[in-house]
């Protein structure tokens, strides 16, 4: 029997719908089935949807709505046929140089799990992965759940910055970095992508609900794109001149 959600007051002007209590691929697309319909049913006086991995944090303007009007939206945007509004979204994919110096980390997850790095590189792109949340630095994609023999806990100690566009493992996700900032994940490798640009509309490459899938470049092949971007924004100066 399907267990229906939790609706919550946040505050004076919010609520909280919960899914479910744990990270899990289908709690996460009940989640993200729900933003959807609320975007397609949205009443005046919504305003913004959070989604996280298990929860959906609502806005509401309580001029124009009461807990009770906003609470009876949301219930009936949660029946049974919610998952018929979910269209698997296409499949990003992230080319990575995995390893060295873009990868500082491969060889503490092998010996944590007792393989080698090249199988690491296997494992990791051998996975569809889903994208439960963005957010936590600008464009962060936190993604899962990888396969259990390269499950890798959070350094004890997070550096204090993290090149942009690094993948790493945190316990049972795999995520990007899109932006220098700090972060505590295990580092696998690197992506030359651009995952966040403010010029651009969405800023974030990734939005909760995609998917992506890895797959390994070489160094030389990092190095061509990272030049060839690096040509186009300079190009993209001149043209503004």
Not at 83 to 88: V, W
Not at 136 to 158: D, Y
Not at 196 to 211: E, V
Request: hydrophobic content about 35%; glycine content about 10%; aromatic content about 10%.
């Amino acid at each position: 029997m399907e267990v229906p959600p939790r609706i919550l007051p946040a505050g004076d002007q919010a609520i909280l719908i919960e899914f479910g209590v744990e990270i899990n691929p289908a709690v996460n697309r009940l989640v993200q089935a729900f933003v959807r319909n609320a975007g397609q049913h949205r009443i005046t006086g919504i305003g913004e949807l959070i989604p996280s991995y298990c929860t959906l944090l609502i806005y509401y303007d309580p001029f124009l709505l009461s807990f009770s009007q906003v609470e009876h939206w949301a219930r009936s945007l949660s029946g049974s046929d919610l998952l018929d509004t979910k269209t698997r979204p296409e499949v990003k994919e992230i080319p990575v140089v995995y390893g060295g110096l873009y990868g500082p980390d491969i060889e503490f997850v092998a010996r944590h799990n007792q393989i080698t790095a090249e199988e690491v590189v296997q494992l990791h792109t051998r996975e569809t992965y889903l994208v439960y949340v963005v957010g936590f630095s600008p464009g962060f994609a936190a993604m899962g759940t990888v396969p259990s023999k390269i499950k890798t806990p959070r350094l004890q100690t997070p550096r204090t910055k993290v090149p942009a566009g690094s993948v790493g493992i945190g316990g049972i996700q795999t995520g990007i970095y899109a932006v220098e900032s700090p972060g505590g994940w295990q580092l696998i490798g690197r992506t030359p992508l651009t995952l966040f640009h403010l010029n651009r509309n969405p800023p974030a490459y990734f939005q909760a609900g995609d998917y992506a899938r890895f797959y390994p470049i070489s160094q030389e092949e990092f190095g061509k794109r990272r030049r060839q971007k690096t040509e186009v924004r300079s190009q993209n100066k001149q043209g503004k001149k």
